[in-house]
Structures are given as C-alpha cells and as structure tokens.
C-alpha cells in the first residue's frame, strides 16, 4: 500500500447518493481474485447512459450513503484501479469505507454544505491528511479520521503491513512456545 499524506489533483462528481456497491462494480465482473483489472467495469451500467462522463481523477465528490449494499471488496478495488485515489462525501456505507482504507483508498466524510460547494464551484481540491483537512478554492474543511487508520494510511501500512510492524514480537512469541516433545495436557 502506498503512503498518503497529500492527495491534490483535480475532482470528479457523480452527483448520486445511495450508490451501492452492485452499481460501482457489477456482479458479472467478480470472478477475478487479483485486485487489478476492475476499473474498466466500473460503474458499467451507468457509463453506457447517454451524456456520461466520469474521467479518473485523483478525487471522486460523491453524494450521501455512498457504497452502501452487499460489502464487496471489489468496489474499493475498481475505483482504485479506475484511477481514484480519494473519495469525498457526507456518508458511506461503514464496511465500503472499512474496506477503502484497508487498500489504500481514503474515504473522507465532508458535510453536505461542503461537498455541495466542493461538486459546484471547485476543478482542483488538496487533502491533507496528516493535518485533516480538505481545501479548495479559499476555503478548507476539516475532517475527521480514526487515528488507527490515519496512522496505516500514512505509513502505508495494510492488514499485512501491520502485522509485519510486530514481527519481531512475533518470532518472540513463537520461540518461547517451543518446547520439545509434544504437548501434553493434564486429564
């Protein structure tokens, strides 16, 4: 996983809310068991819609609710491969941003005011994450973040990564429990 602290660039808005993770990634396209390759197929039902447009910018804006439906990791992972960095919204569904932050994805809880401002008057917004903040235009917003997944997300650190962090502590472990012979239990 990469390290994020700054994430600047400019946005992309899907002015949708309740967008469930069936309609970011079909059910069709789930075969596949790497993380890559799914960013063709997102929002594929939607992208053949007459006037659609979503280009892969670093920022997705976002309505409410959004990855909400059966808890995929697939939906992180085609956004990611689409080319998205950040999402930005006033609500997700809690396994989706779960499932963000576990692959690198940082899912950012602005109000509503915000968001609504950020989709109509903003083309590039930064996120700061180390200090929580979003900016765009002259105005900035500040977020909040458990401080477990700020601290993953900034040294990069998935499920893996973070159990290698103890590694050291692990072997520990390991080398006290050996013992020779086996293991016998008291009746």
Known sequence: MQK?????GPISVLRRSDVDTDQII???????????????????????????????????????????????????WALEDF???????????????????????????????????????ATDVEIDLDAQLVRWNDREAAFEIDPEIK???????DDIGVTLSHEEDIAAYERERERPGPVTTAL
């Not at 601290?151 to 650190?157: D, F």
Request: with cysteine; charged share 25%.
């Open 151 to 157: 601290r993953r997300m900034l040294n990069g650190l």
């Open 4 to 8: 994020i602290t700054k994430i600047r």
């Open 83 to 121: 080319g998205f960095k950040a999402l930005i919204a006033p609500s997700f569904a809690d396994i989706f941003y779960s499932n963000c932050t576990k692959v690198g994805l940082l899912p950012v809880y602005l109000p509503e005011e915000d968001v609504a401002d950020i989709m109509d008057n």
């Open 26 to 76: 079909p059910k069709q396209f789930l075969k596949r068991v790497e993380r890559t390759g799914f960013g063709e197929f997102l929002f594929y039902d939607w992208a053949k819609e007459p006037g659609w447009d979503l280009d892969p910018n670093p920022i997705l804006v976002t309505g409410r609710n959004f990855g909400c439906g059966s808890s995929r990791e697939h939906a992180p």
